[in-house]
């Protein structure tokens, strides 16, 4: 089974993803961050590096995917393949940091990855405002985030509602984040498990579920 968390930078998709894999023995697989060859360069020039920091990203997905689908393991993942495509990469292209033929290279490339790859059991979406954003940005304290700017973090939060409530497919459950501390509150984590167990493994009635067809 695989699992995915999505949501905008600094929305809690890592803590989450580590803390749900420490309940259910699920395995985590992190997005590569912390070794990508392009990040800091990005948020120094975002128009130079913004095509080979996705065509990274895509690789590495790309990669995940592959891994999971042939795990025997159920999967919980930090960030899919899907948010990189239709939230950044798209929102790089309308803010003028890619060139339509790097762009379409781009989405012929991901297209093709699209007739080998599946889509997740379920996909949890950590809806946070632009404020909760910053706050925790500024919170884990990582020099190239610094710097980003609130448009950037505005306009990821508008297209990550687009994909979830239009564009994507599968099965999706909705966490308002901005008031859940799952770090040092149990009791907010627990209110994401009970959901998960009433989605996955029917075991307690569905209530205050936001899912997407």
């Known amino acids: 089974m695989h699992i995915a968390i999505a949501g905008n930078i ?20 992190f997005e590569s961050v912390e070794n990508n060859p392009y990040l800091e360069d990005y948020y120094h020039d975002i128009h130079r590096w913004s095509f080979n920091l996705e065509v990274y990203f895509l690789k590495e997905r790309f990669r995940d995917m592959i891994a999971i689908a042939q795990s025997p393991d159920t999967i919980i993942q930090d960030r899919s393949i ?16 890619l060139s339509d033929r790097d762009f379409n290279t781009y ?8 007739s080998i790859i599946k889509l997740p059991d379920l996909m949890i979406y950590l ?3 632009v404020a909760h954003l910053v706050g925790n940005i500024q919170k884990r304290g990582r020099d190239y985030e610094q710097t980003m700017q609130l448009d950037y973090l505005e306009n990821l939060n508008r ?23 799952f ?3 149990p009791e907010d984590l627990s209110r994401v498990t009970r959901r998960i167990d009433s989605l996955l493994y029917g075991l307690f009635p569905i209530d205050e579920i936001s899912t997407t067809p």
Request: net charge positive; aromatic share 12%; hydrophobic share 35%.
């Open 10 to 29: 600094g929305s809690g998709k890592s803590t989450l993803t580590r803390l749900l894999a420490k309940h259910y023995g699920w395995v985590p697989r």
């Open 82 to 97: 899907f948010e990189g495509v239709y939230v950044f990469m798209a929102n790089n292209k309308a803010m003028g940091h």
């Open 107 to 114: 989405m012929e490339l991901f297209e093709q990855m699209l």
């Open 127 to 129: 809806r946070a405002s």
């Open 159 to 181: 297209r990550y509602e687009d994909f979830i409530t239009r564009q994507y497919k599968g099965r999706v459950m909705i966490v308002e984040k901005d008031n859940l501390d």
């Open 183 to 185: 770090e040092n509150r």
